[in-house]
Structures are given as structure tokens and as C-alpha cells.
Nanobody, 124 residues
């Protein structure tokens, strides 16, 4: 059973920064590909950032490139999302996603395990 717990959301002004964390209750965290998917009000969940199990490779949606940074600490079973220069359109519930992968340096597209989400609200 994989449990993912997000934290770090909040209410911030446009231009501010936030740092999200996702702690995974799972053995062999270093074998899991991870990602962040925000869901804006009235919209579907969408991909913003992903990281390979090793942490070597990352991928970002065009809308956040240069502003968001995904990282992980495998020794702490934790993934992070540093969000800078936040915009009102970044508002949403941010979900952490995970899936086991046999490929240490490959970023995944599909995920089977999800956290409960943490709310991020950016006002102008």
C-alpha cells in the first residue's frame, strides 16, 4: 500500500514563492517515479512536473518551465516542488503522484498512486 501525504500549500500573492513536499510511506522509494499534478477549480488534473526514480531526469509543463523546480530526497522518502514567481493561474489543489518503475532515469507519464492534495491559492 502506497500512501502519499502532501504539505506546504497556502495563500500567497502573485510573484511569491511556495515549497510543497510529498512524503511517501513506501519501501524502496528510490524505485518510484514521482510527479505533481494540480487541479484548478472546475478543471481536470493536469501535469506540471515529474522526476525519475533516481532524480537524474525531470520534465515540466511549458507553463511552469523556469518557475517551478521538482526534486527528491530518496533517503527521506520525500519529493519537493519549489514554486517561484507564482501566478493566479497556478491556483489549484496540488496532488502528488507515484508509480513504481524499473527504469531509474526515466520520467513516467502515467501514475497509479495519488495523495489527498494540498491547496495553493495565488491572488493578484
Amino acid at each position: 500500500q502506497v500512501q502519499l501525504v502532501e504539505s506546504g500549500g497556502g495563500l500567497v500573492q502573485a510573484g511569491d514563492s511556495l515549497s510543497l513536499s510529498c512524503v511517501a510511506s513506501v519501501s524502496m522509494f528510490s524505485m518510484y517515479a514521482m510527479a505533481w499534478f494540480p487541479q484548478a477549480p472546475g478543471k481536470e488534473r493536469e501535469f506540471v512536473a515529474a522526476i525519475s526514480p533516481s532524480g537524474r531526469n525531470t520534465d515540466y509543463a511549458n507553463s511552469v518551465k523556469g518557475r517551478f523546480t521538482i526534486s527528491r530526497e530518496n533517503a527521506k522518502n520525500t519529493m519537493y516542488l519549489q514554486m517561484d514567481s507564482l501566478k493566479p493561474e497556478d491556483t489549484g489543489v496540488y496532488y502528488c503522484a507515484a508509480d513504481p518503475s524499473a527504469f531509474a532515469h526515466v520520467v513516467r507519464i502515467n501514475y497509479n498512486y495519488w495523495g489527498q492534495g494540498t491547496q495553493v491559492t495565488v491572488f493578484s
